[in-house]
């Protein structure tokens, strides 16, 4: 073999062993990137999982946060104001909503000695139980929230007043003792259906 053949032969052999290189390298170097793309897109994946929990967790606090300071912009509270005048054989009471949200009624009981007040034919309860009361009226005028009505945030609304004859009119204790017989129980909720504190006159003793 001439020394031209013998540098043919390495030459053919030097280029195909650098072209076995190249091309096992492009193979690696695809491998490479074909891992770094996988855990690329895996991290990408778990990233956007954990935006995705995130911005949710997020939304649901804020809409509770809102939620909750919607309620509290609305909250009633309902309690009851007496008015009386002795001299005019006068005595009333009122419901007022001192909250800063209305009021919607679900229940207005009356009681009268500890029984809850029925109706007698066309004589609802209220007015049933005040006729019971044991002193000369020479007006009165009672009033029930019926379930479902509202009253709005400040309202005042009078359920109760009697006026006595002037020509003879009890002692001022007697006319409350009398009252003190009737009881009051208000249930009602906040604009959205929340149930509120129920109002009890019993729960005040002496309410009058």
Same mark, same amino acid.
């Given at each position: 073999?001439?020394?031209?053949?013998?540098?043919?032969?390495?030459?053919?052999?030097?280029?195909?062993? *650098?072209?076995?290189?190249?091309? +096992?390298? %492009?193979?690696?170097?695809?491998?490479?990137?074909?891992?770094? =793309?996988?855990?690329?897109?895996?991290?990408?994946?778990?990233?956007?999982?954990?935006?995705?929990?995130?911005?949710?967790?997020?939304?649901?606090?804020?809409?509770?946060?809102?939620?909750?300071?919607? =309620?509290?912009?609305?909250? /009633?509270?309902?309690?009851? +104001?007496?008015?009386?005048?002795?001299?005019?054989? %006068?005595?009333?009471?009122?419901?007022? +909503?001192?909250? %800063?949200? /209305?009021?919607?009624?679900?229940?207005?009981?009356?009681?009268?000695?500890? @029984?809850? !007040?029925?109706?007698?034919?066309?004589?609802? /309860? *209220? &007015?049933?139980?005040?006729? @019971?009361? &044991? *002193?000369?009226?020479? $007006?009165?005028?009672?009033?029930?929230?019926?379930?479902?009505?509202?009253?709005?945030?400040?309202? =005042?609304?009078?359920?109760?007043?009697?006026?006595?004859?002037?020509? +003879?009119?009890?002692?001022? !204790?007697?006319?409350?003792? @009398?009252?003190?017989?009737?009881?009051?129980?208000?249930?009602?909720?906040?604009?959205?259906? #929340? =149930?509120?504190?129920?109002?009890?006159? $019993?729960? #005040?003793?002496?309410?009058?």
């Amino acid at each position: 073999m001439t020394g031209t053949e013998l540098l043919d032969l390495v030459s053919t052999n030097l280029m195909a062993l *650098f072209g076995f290189a190249a091309s +096992n390298s %492009i193979a690696l170097l695809s491998l490479l990137v074909a891992v770094f =793309v996988w855990r690329q897109s895996r991290a990408d994946a778990k990233l956007a999982k954990e935006t995705a929990e995130f911005t949710r967790r997020t939304t649901e606090e804020a809409a509770q946060f809102a939620k909750e300071t919607a =309620v509290m912009s609305v909250k /009633p509270h309902l309690s009851l +104001n007496t008015n009386r005048s002795p001299p005019k054989g %006068i005595y009333e009471a009122s419901i007022q +909503n001192n909250g %800063i949200g /209305p009021a919607l009624i679900k229940s207005f009981t009356v009681y009268i000695d500890g @029984q809850e !007040a029925t109706a007698t034919g066309h004589v609802r /309860p *209220f &007015e049933n139980a005040v006729l @019971q009361l &044991e *002193f000369a009226i020479n $007006r009165y005028y009672t009033s029930t929230p019926v379930e479902g009505a509202g009253l709005s945030a400040g309202a =005042v609304e009078k359920i109760f007043s009697i006026e006595l004859h002037r020509d +003879n009119l009890p002692l001022t !204790a007697a006319v409350l003792t @009398q009252i003190q017989r009737l009881a009051l129980r208000i249930e009602y909720t906040d604009l959205y259906g #929340n =149930v509120m504190p129920t109002y009890d006159s $019993r729960d #005040n003793g002496e309410w009058f």
